[in-house]
């Protein structure tokens, strides 16, 4: 799995960490204006080193994850201890603002199967 793919995932995991819901909603399209990582202190504590404590600016941002994706964001997310990708931009931002290469996904809280 590539850096930046983790990267994309890794957004998500302090999202969820930090809000403590399963459930987010994502919209039906991907937003005109893609969600972007953003540094948390908070997000830290609760991640227990599993990441450079980031988290997504708007959840709500990404759209339906597009079927020939779904294997690749599922992988992408039980490394990191999710079900599933429940969420996918193809112009998602890492913490600088640039576009992260393959787009970023968001996902789903749970064990991983």
């Known amino acids: 799995m590539s850096i930046k793919v983790m990267m994309s995932v890794v957004g ?6 930090m809000s ?5 909603a994502v919209g039906n399209a991907p ?3 893609p969600p972007k ?13 599993k990441s450079a404590g980031v988290l997504w600016d708007k959840p709500s941002a990404f759209g ?3 079927a020939n994706l779904q294997t690749v964001g599922n992988a992408a997310c039980q490394a990191i201890g999710f079900a599933k990708a429940s969420g996918y931009h193809p112009s998602a931002l890492d913490v600088e603002g640039k576009a992260i290469a393959g787009g970023g996904f968001f996902c789903s809280a749970g064990a991983k199967q």
Do not use: H
């Open 20 to 24: 403590g819901c399963a459930s987010v």
């Open 37 to 49: 990582l953003m540094k948390s202190e908070n997000a830290r504590g609760l991640l227990q080193g």
């Open 64 to 66: 339906p994850v597009p």
């Open 12 to 17: 998500c995991v302090a999202f969820l960490s």
């Open 31 to 33: 937003d005109k204006t």
